[in-house]
């Protein structure tokens, strides 16, 4: 696949660097290339990043960084299976247990929500740092949802993270699945605090909490450039008003007088 002239392969982490330097100096050139257009592309192209991934991953199987990204990029292609084999991988290899909460996901994805909550209380868990922790807490409230049970999800999203007035990269999000969820059990007016406590932690706009909110409140977005484009159209001014029309009308008026003295001339 193709690959833009100013990407080098510098722009990745330094310690996936370090990783492939124990490939041959070209090989890595050209697997830290792919690696970086996997990361550009996830978010905007994850077709086109799973592609990239795939190159990186036929050049460099054995290197723990490439079985990751080849995850995460079948991962936003909903292709669970894949992402899950690959996740496994690369936790074999570094025994890194980062991608417990990730790999828990996706057995969501592979419609097993009894293995996600398995893995949710599996001692992994004990040693994942807080952001780790809080997507576990995550993962399992929807995993209480995939089986229809609304009440203990929510009761899973209880937590200090939840209730903490700091705003931590994970606040918005938590805050997000515990409004969600309430709203799922009918509790409307909870629900519409928790969106609003949300949007407070949303900076990023990393949900779509605002939209949720207004919906709540019954507030209805109108098309401003729709409502332009039809005032546009109201405005035009019918063919037979325009100046050129009226002009053209007094020609054709000269013309039938002029031809009307000359009969009379001929007369």
Request: aromatic residues 4%; contains cysteine; charged residues 35%.
């Given at each position: 696949?193709?690959?833009?002239?100013d990407?080098t392969?510098?722009?990745?982490?330094?310690?996936?660097?370090?990783?492939?330097?124990?490939?041959?100096?070209?090989?890595?050139?050209?697997?830290?290339?792919?690696?970086?257009m996997?990361?550009?592309?996830?978010?905007?192209?994850?077709?086109?990043?799973?592609?990239?991934?795939r190159?990186?991953?036929?050049?460099?199987?054995?290197?723990?960084?490439?079985?990751?990204?080849?995850?995460?990029?079948?991962?936003?292609?909903?292709?669970?299976?894949?992402?899950?084999?690959?996740?496994?991988?690369?936790k074999?290899m570094t025994?890194?247990?980062?991608?417990?909460?990730v790999?828990?996901?996706?057995?969501?994805?592979?419609?097993?929500p009894?293995?996600a909550?398995?893995?949710?209380?599996?001692?992994?868990?004990?040693?994942?740092?807080?952001?780790?922790?809080?997507?576990m807490?995550?993962?399992?409230?929807?995993?209480?949802?995939?089986?229809?049970?609304?009440?203990?999800?929510i009761?899973?999203?209880?937590?200090?993270?939840?209730?903490?007035?700091?705003?931590?990269?994970?606040?918005?999000?938590?805050?997000?699945a515990?409004?969600?969820?309430?709203?799922?059990?009918?509790?409307?007016?909870?629900?519409?605090e928790?969106?609003?406590?949300?949007?407070?932690?949303?900076?990023?706009?990393?949900?779509?909490?605002?939209?949720?909110?207004?919906?709540?409140?019954?507030v209805?977005?109108?098309?401003?450039?729709?409502?332009?484009?039809?005032?546009?159209e109201?405005?035009?001014?019918?063919?037979?008003?325009?100046?050129?029309?009226?002009e053209?009308?007094a020609?054709?008026?000269?013309?039938?007088?002029?031809?009307?003295?000359?009969?009379?001339?001929?007369?």
């Amino acid at each position: 696949m193709p690959i833009p002239e100013d990407v080098t392969g510098e722009e990745i982490d330094k310690d996936v660097r370090q990783e492939l330097q124990s490939l041959p100096k070209t090989l890595a050139e050209d697997v830290a290339r792919n690696l970086v257009m996997v990361a550009r592309l996830l978010d905007e192209d994850p077709e086109g990043a799973y592609g990239y991934s795939r190159v990186a991953l036929r050049l460099a199987s054995r290197v723990a960084a490439v079985r990751e990204a080849a995850g995460f990029a079948a991962y936003a292609n909903q292709k669970y299976g894949e992402a899950l084999a690959e996740f496994r991988a690369a936790k074999r290899m570094t025994g890194n247990i980062d991608l417990w909460p990730v790999m828990a996901d996706c057995e969501r994805g592979l419609e097993r929500p009894e293995k996600a909550l398995d893995m949710a209380g599996a001692p992994e868990v004990h040693k994942l740092d807080k952001a780790g922790q809080v997507e576990m807490r995550l993962v399992a409230a929807g995993a209480r949802r995939d089986l229809g049970q609304l009440d203990a999800a929510i009761v899973t999203l209880q937590s200090p993270e939840l209730a903490a007035n700091s705003v931590q990269p994970w606040t918005a999000r938590l805050r997000y699945a515990y409004a969600d969820a309430l709203l799922a059990a009918g509790r409307e007016s909870e629900a519409r605090e928790w969106f609003a406590k949300a949007v407070e932690a949303d900076r990023d706009g990393s949900t779509d909490a605002s939209d949720r909110l207004a919906e709540l409140d019954g507030v209805e977005f109108v098309d401003a450039m729709a409502g332009d484009a039809d005032e546009g159209e109201n405005d035009q001014v019918p063919a037979s008003d325009t100046p050129e029309a009226d002009e053209a009308e007094a020609e054709a008026e000269s013309e039938v007088e002029a031809q009307g003295e000359g009969e009379n001339d001929k007369d």
